[in-house]
């Protein structure tokens, strides 16, 4: 089970960071994604973590702004957004998959766990 929380409304420039709390899986050996899905978009891959945090990848658009971390202590996986714009806006979901290739970590299909969505909205 993965749960979203963190969403809200922000004006541009502003800073959120999602949670996304995991159970009923060995944690330590799953790499977890970030995916956002905007009204009439196709879900896109944000930024995804391998196991142990051995790499991070993150989308063009938002590299240098978001940064994906993640505590295994907690089996949690958090994403830090800041200078927030509103073409960010959008829901966003955690993802996890025990195998992945790198070049493959934004394709929703690879990943077989899905949290139910957080909403962010960026609206001055």
């Known amino acids: 089970q993965l749960v979203e929380s963190g969403g809200g409304a922000v004006q541009p420039g502003g800073s959120l960071r999602l949670s996304c709390a995991t159970s009923g899986f060995t944690f330590d050996y799953y790499h977890i994604a970030w995916f956002r899905q905007a009204p009439g978009m196709e879900r896109e891959g944000v930024s995804c973590?391998?196991?142990?945090?051995?790499?991070?990848y993150y989308l063009d658009s938002v590299k240098g702004r978001f940064t994906i971390s993640r505590d295994n202590s907690k089996n949690t996986v958090y994403l830090q957004m800041n200078r927030l714009q509103p073409e960010d806006t959008a829901v966003y979901y955690c993802a996890a998959t025990a195998y992945l290739w790198a070049d493959k970590w934004h394709i929703a299909g690879e990943y077989n766990h899905w949290g139910q969505g957080t909403q962010v909205t960026v609206s001055s």
């Open positions: 973590t391998t196991t142990a945090g051995l790499a991070t």
